[in-house]
């Protein structure tokens, strides 16, 4: 076998080089002779070059709506125990130009999560516009896991199909309240531009990189029936190069161009971000941070507030402290339109109820959408609808204005996003 080589190579290395130069002579003749039948072809394929056609160049961030009145879709979301909080901060949110989706993840009983889904089809209201549903195949969520990037991302998957042309996303839970009307919360955004972010971030990662980006975290619902806790992986990984990780508050205000980059993924970025934070010890502080930060076209589109009002005990603990009545003032001058956390059935909800929404026995906040005709005495609302573009925003719209100008037109707006 060895000795037969060398004659086999003989055999086959002539006709090889042979046709090698027959080939290249051919091309050779081929380029030369096109090239000069027609010049201007050579220039065309050399500017194809430099611009090469890859598809990510026609897939372009959509437009925002030219509708004059916006329209806010959110998700409502709660775990064993909070469908009540769920149902009475829906109310407090609702407006029939608004999309809402409300979730009760899988730790919840089946009977309560019934108990929503039945309160949703059986409401007058909600079945006449259509505007709420109650994600039915509930998702196990581990706290501080992926599960809830998973879960936020899959409610927002669901409204941008069923949901209509809505102009931003808000993700609360069930222990998050209004402090606004939803009058005034509309008609403050009507004025600003619908491609804006909010969300709180910083790139000053500080203890995280070592508490948060290095450890690496398995989260058992991604895989489990049963609700178990995240565990630590003994390895550790190194800090990303690939991209900047970015880090902040778990509450925002996404606008659509955004979801819809994130949730069809034309770009990599979005999902390979996605896949890293898998494994990243509470992901929703950071995924979303990370992402729109590192991708260009949205990173000036970025305001750096949560909207919410969060009383955190200095240091901050793992869980912010539990609003009550003496924080009532606090809440109002922060201008935020959202507060939390709010404990089941707190007295300060009350307050808030009647000195900041005016809500109606039944729950629902009256609007320019809907009146009592003046009559004090009327509990349930005239379901007969006013023009639902009308808004009657108050004292809270005064409020929210001042906030969001306010952070919009300082002088460090720009110097404020992803830094
Ligand atoms: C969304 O809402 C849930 C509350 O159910 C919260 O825990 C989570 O951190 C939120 N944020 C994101 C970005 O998913
Ligand atoms: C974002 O803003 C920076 C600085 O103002 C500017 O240089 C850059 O071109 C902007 N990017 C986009 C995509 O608008
Ligand atoms: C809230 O309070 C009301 C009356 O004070 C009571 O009927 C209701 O059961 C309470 N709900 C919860 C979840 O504690
Ligand atoms: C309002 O309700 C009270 C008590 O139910 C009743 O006495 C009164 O007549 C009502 N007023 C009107 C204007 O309906
Ligand atoms: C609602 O009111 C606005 C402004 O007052 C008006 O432009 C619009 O046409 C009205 N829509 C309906 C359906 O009446």
Not at 69 to 95: C, F, Q
Not at 183 to 191: A, F, G, I, R, W
Not at 259 to 282: C, H, K, Q, T
Not at 371 to 397: E, H, S, W
């Given at each position: 076998?060895?000795?037969?080589?060398?004659?086999?190579?003989?055999?086959?290395?002539?006709?090889?080089?042979?046709?090698?130069?027959?080939?290249?002579?051919?091309?050779?003749?081929?380029?030369?002779?096109?090239?000069?039948?027609?010049?201007?072809?050579?220039?065309?394929?050399?500017?194809?070059?430099?611009?090469?056609?890859?598809?990510?160049?026609?897939?372009?961030?959509?437009?925002?709506?030219?509708?004059?009145?916006?329209?806010?879709?959110?998700?409502?979301?709660?775990?064993?125990?909070?469908?009540?909080?769920?149902?009475?901060?829906?109310?407090?949110?609702?407006?029939?130009?608004?999309?809402?989706?409300?979730?009760?993840?899988?730790?919840?009983?089946?009977?309560?999560?019934?108990?929503?889904?039945?309160?949703?089809?059986?409401?007058?209201?909600?079945?006449?516009?259509?505007?709420?549903?109650a994600v039915v195949r509930a998702n196990l969520v581990t706290y501080r896991g992926?599960?809830?990037?998973?879960?936020?991302?899959?409610?927002?998957?669901?409204?941008?199909?069923?949901?209509?042309?809505?102009?931003?996303?808000?993700?609360?839970?069930?222990?998050?309240?209004?402090?606004?009307?939803?009058?005034?919360?509309?008609?403050?955004?009507?004025?600003?531009?619908?491609?804006?972010?909010?969300?709180?971030?910083?790139?000053?990662?500080?203890?995280?990189?070592?508490?948060?980006?290095?450890?690496?975290?398995?989260?058992?619902?991604?895989?489990?029936?049963?609700?178990?806790?995240?565990?630590?992986?003994?390895?550790?990984?190194?800090?990303?190069?690939?991209?900047?990780?970015?880090?902040?508050?778990?509450?925002?205000?996404?606008?659509?161009?955004?979801?819809?980059?994130?949730?069809?993924?034309?770009?990599?970025?979005?999902?390979?971000?996605?896949?890293?934070?898998?494994?990243?010890?509470?992901?929703?502080?950071?995924?979303?941070?990370?992402?729109?930060?590192?991708?260009?076209?949205?990173?000036?589109t970025t305001v750096n507030h949560d909207l919410h009002f969060i009383s955190w005990?200095?240091?901050?603990?793992?869980?912010?402290?539990?609003?009550?009545?003496?924080?009532?003032?606090?809440?109002?001058?922060?201008?935020?339109?959202?507060?939390?956390?709010?404990?089941?059935?707190?007295?300060?909800?009350?307050?808030?109820?009647?000195?900041?929404?005016?809500?109606?026995?039944?729950?629902?906040?009256?609007?320019?959408?809907?009146?009592?005709?003046?009559?004090?005495?009327?509990?349930?609302?005239?379901?007969?609808?006013?023009?639902?573009?009308?808004?009657?925003?108050?004292?809270?719209?005064?409020?929210?204005?001042?906030?969001?100008?306010?952070?919009?037109?300082?002088?460090?707006?720009?110097?404020?996003?992803c830094t």
């Amino acid at each position: 076998m060895e000795t037969n080589k060398p004659q086999k190579k003989k055999n086959w290395f002539l006709p090889l080089v042979l046709s090698l130069l027959l080939s290249t002579l051919l091309i050779f003749i081929t380029v030369f002779t096109s090239s000069r039948s027609s010049s201007s072809r050579l220039y065309k394929t050399r500017v194809k070059n430099e611009l090469p056609h890859f598809v990510e160049s026609k897939l372009k961030v959509s437009a925002t709506s030219k509708d004059p009145v916006p329209r806010l879709a959110y998700l409502i979301s709660g775990s064993m125990g909070d469908g009540e909080s769920l149902k009475r901060t829906l109310k407090a949110l609702y407006h029939p130009r608004n999309q809402y989706a409300v979730h009760l993840d899988l730790e919840a009983s089946a009977e309560e999560r019934m108990d929503l889904a039945k309160f949703v089809k059986n409401e007058p209201l909600f079945t006449k516009l259509g505007n709420v549903r109650a994600v039915v195949r509930a998702n196990l969520v581990t706290y501080r896991g992926p599960t809830m990037v998973t879960n936020t991302l899959h409610a927002a998957a669901i409204l941008l199909k069923e949901g209509g042309d809505w102009d931003w996303f808000i993700n609360l839970s069930a222990s998050d309240y209004p402090l606004v009307t939803q009058d005034d919360l509309l008609h403050v955004l009507s004025s600003i531009p619908r491609n804006l972010n909010f969300i709180e971030h910083t790139s000053d990662i500080g203890w995280k990189e070592n508490q948060r980006a290095k450890p690496v975290i398995i989260d058992p619902g991604l895989y489990s029936l049963q609700k178990s806790d995240v565990f630590w992986v003994s390895e550790k990984r190194s800090v990303p190069t690939a991209y900047k990780l970015f880090t902040g508050s778990a509450w925002m205000m996404l606008s659509r161009p955004f979801i819809e980059y994130i949730l069809w993924g034309w770009d990599n970025l979005p999902r390979i971000v996605l896949m890293y934070y898998a494994n990243f010890l509470s992901s929703p502080e950071g995924y979303f941070h990370t992402v729109i930060c590192n991708a260009e076209e949205f990173r000036n589109t970025t305001v750096n507030h949560d909207l919410h009002f969060i009383s955190w005990d200095t240091p901050p603990k793992q869980h912010p402290h539990f609003l009550v009545s003496d924080d009532f003032q606090r809440m109002v001058d922060s201008n935020a339109p959202f507060a939390r956390k709010f404990g089941r059935n707190e007295s300060v909800l009350d307050k808030i109820d009647s000195e900041l929404l005016g809500c109606n026995a039944d729950g629902f906040v009256p609007g320019g959408w809907f009146g009592t005709q003046g009559n004090a005495n009327v509990t349930v609302p005239d379901y007969n609808l006013k023009n639902i573009t009308t808004f009657r925003p108050g004292p809270g719209a005064e409020r929210l204005k001042r906030l969001i100008t306010g952070l919009i037109s300082a002088e460090d707006f720009h110097a404020k996003q992803c830094t």
